[in-house]
């Protein structure tokens, strides 16, 4: 099998030492593709062609630059279908969540390629190179729109593929071939990758995304040299299901704000809290529900929910279900590793904790895998204050009433976002054809 070659300077290369790695369809385990880490001297050659292409990259018009990004979003949409596949088949994203990426991925380019206006109105480049370092959730989305928007600016760029899923960006690659040769490279690897970037004096920012130990390990490699790391924000939402709501209506809400990419998401993590007198109806319709859900091979589209991303990422979760049941939740289904139809995968069976306690790491939300977390509060004040405390930027509340949920909002200063007594714009995905039934909002 060849290995697939990065791009460095307008040239698909090879690594020196051929650190050749296999990588594998994470839900059936078969071989996909053979990757070249880069080495020291290869983050040396894509920083040396950064800098060479630089200073006429960015004395370009804003205009031009525009322009010569076009061609990214016009090979996104040629490519579109194929691409959401080999998302689905390396990342173990459902299908249907892979197309929505490159469906979102279409507009979001063209948009980062117009942020930046003529530098007479005071937009700068950032002074060097911007490093972007993608998430293997969004193979793709984690690095496009912000390498388009630097490019846009005026910087030159090197992105460094996810470790665990660089295929899909392997191949985007091509996309950026209308642009001069050095203004966008990428790189493959994570040692020594990372740490020869963040030495480098000739970069001036590094842009990531990422979620549990992959963003701590990001930040530990940034503090011990001196630099600084700017994470992608995390979307911290909360839920809340007050006693008097739909449940089952409020259950696929439930559904569909954690069990997204498997509960791996690096940027939409969610907390669920339901009124003590709703807790056990909740808890069994969320049962009910997830017991239903399709789990299996993600490139189908009738799939719901795919495998964690490695076996490391499902001992990881089975160990940390273990602690949350040791601090007091109730395991209601799942909660184990499994083999569904028969896939050798690393599939974590859809698992839902009741009772979590306020605080603890289940309610922490802090378990990247398809774990529901029921956090129990006495009432929707007690809710609003926890979750408030734990940084939620929005709520979105189920409810007969909301009047007291929204007043207990207002009080913790969280914005609701949803009040939801029955909101057409909740509906299951699988009435779109294609893509997974865990339950979407759109708003």
Same mark, same amino acid.
């Given at each position: ?25 994470? *839900?059936?385990?078969? &071989? @996909? =593709?053979?990757?070249?880490? /880069?080495? +020291? $001297?290869?983050? #040396? ?89 993608? *998430?293997?959730?969004? &193979? @793709? =989305?984690?690095?496009?729109? /912000?390498? +388009? $928007?630097?490019? #846009?600016?005026?910087?030159?760029v090197i992105v460094v593929a996810s470790s665990e899923a660089p295929l899909a960006a392997l191949e985007a690659a091509d996309a950026f071939a209308a642009l001069p040769a050095g203004v966008f490279n990428l790189l493959v690897g994570a040692e020594p990758v990372l740490p020869a970037l963040l030495a480098a004096p000739e970069v001036a920012r590094i842009l990531a995304s990422g979620a549990g130990a992959a963003r701590v390990a990001y930040a530990e490699a940034a503090r011990q ?17 007050? *006693? ?12 569909? $704000? ?186």
């Open positions: 099998m060849t290995p697939r070659s990065m791009l460095i300077g307008g040239e698909r290369i090879l690594p020196q030492d051929l650190a050749l790695r296999e990588i594998r369809n994470p *839900a059936t385990q078969a &071989p @996909l =593709a053979t990757v070249a880490d /880069a080495g +020291v $001297a290869e983050v #040396a050659r894509a920083i040396e062609a950064a800098s060479a292409a630089r200073p006429r990259w960015r004395t370009l018009a804003a205009p031009l630059r525009q322009d010569r990004l076009a061609s990214v979003g016009a090979w996104l949409r040629e490519r579109g279908e194929p691409l959401a596949a080999l998302l689905a088949r390396e990342s173990g994203a459902p299908l249907g969540e892979t197309i929505d990426e490159i469906a979102e991925l279409d507009p979001a380019v063209p948009v980062a390629a117009q942020r930046v206006p003529e530098p007479a109105s005071g937009a700068e480049p950032s002074g060097g190179i911007v490093v972007v370092l993608a *998430a293997f959730d969004r &193979p @793709l =989305a984690s690095w496009l729109p /912000a390498a +388009v $928007a630097a490019l #846009a600016a005026g910087d030159t040299a001196g630099r600084t790391i700017e994470f992608e924000d995390v979307n911290l939402e909360a839920l809340l299901v007050c *006693a008097g709501a739909d449940l089952e209506f409020a259950a696929a809400g439930v559904l569909w $704000a954690c069990l997204r990419r498997s509960g791996q998401s690096s940027v939409a993590r969610a907390r669920v809290y339901v009124e003590s007198a709703a807790a056990a109806a909740l808890a069994d319709q969320v049962h009910l529900q997830a017991a239903f859900l399709e789990v299996g091979d993600p490139a189908k589209p009738e799939t719901d929910l795919g495998p964690l991303i490695s076996h490391a990422a499902l001992r990881r979760a089975e160990e940390q279900v273990a602690r949350a049941l040791k601090d007091g939740a109730r395991l209601k289904l799942g909660g184990r590793a499994f083999q569904p139809w028969g896939l050798p995968g690393h599939f974590l069976q859809p698992t839902v904790l009741a009772a979590a306690r306020p605080g603890s790491l289940a309610a922490r939300g802090e378990i990247l895998a398809p774990v529901i977390s029921l956090i129990e509060c006495r009432d929707a004040a007690a809710a609003c204050t926890e979750a408030g405390s734990q940084g939620a930027r929005g709520l979105a509340v189920f409810a007969g009433d909301a009047g007291a949920a929204l007043e207990a909002a207002r009080a913790a200063r969280i914005p609701a976002r949803h009040v939801v007594a029955r909101d057409p714009r909740w509906f299951p995905y699988r009435d779109r054809p294609g893509a997974s039934a865990v339950a979407v909002a759109r708003s």
